[in-house]
């Protein structure tokens, strides 16, 4: 039998009760949270990043929503993310056709994150965006913010958000080219870098 010395702190390993939760990995991810865009539509995109906490250490634990406008920049309102069997109460997955615009990811155990939609419209005033709403260990209230993609700058350069912040912190809502149709956008919870939050009331 192995004892450990509990009158040295840094000795004992951490348990649940040590640790800050909620802890979303468990029951809320669910299979094809990601493709949100219909399989093979000629317009996707993917979207990808990590999540950093405040020393920079990705999180393998976090969970992201994501919604927006289709290209038509119309929300979509039909079902189809998660879809049950009527007969078993079974989750069917995403029935392939519907662009809902709405997904659910996790990152992996390297704090990495992906999900594959399309390409947002604008919308009114704002220039094309995707919602993001970040839960995490550590977080008792999820966060929010955007995604900007490259492309866009006529619009972001007008747009209520964007205009209305220094360029240091602009930039953190801006995603970067990763190479076609695909775009890189980090999520860093505070410290340096630490990515715009909106607050609605």
Known sequence: MTRIDTTRPESVLPTPSHTVGPFYGHALPFPGGGDIAPTGHPQTITLQGYVYDGE?????????ELW??????????????????????????????????????????????????????????????????VFARGLL?????????PGDEAAHA????????????RGTLLAAENGPG??????????AGETVFLEFR
């Not at 209230?141 to 993609?149: A, K, N, Q, S």
């Open 56 to 64: 920079g250490t990705p999180l393998p634990d976090a969970l992201l």
């Open 68 to 133: 927006g406008p289709g290209p038509d920049g119309e929300v979509p309102r039909v079902d189809g993310s998660m879809r049950r069997d009527p007969a078993s109460g079974g989750f069917l997955g995403r029935n392939g056709v519907e662009f809902t615009g709405w997904g659910r990811v996790q990152t992996d155990s390297n704090g990495h994150w992906s999900a594959r939609t399309l390409r947002p419209a604008a919308r009114g005033a704002s220039a094309p965006y995707v919602s993001v709403c």
């Open 141 to 149: 209230v999820h966060l929010y913010t955007r995604i900007y993609l």
């Open 158 to 169: 007008v747009d209520p958000l964007l205009a209305g912040l220094p360029p240091e912190r």
């Open 182 to 191: 695909s775009y890189r956008f980090d999520v860093r919870l505070q410290g």
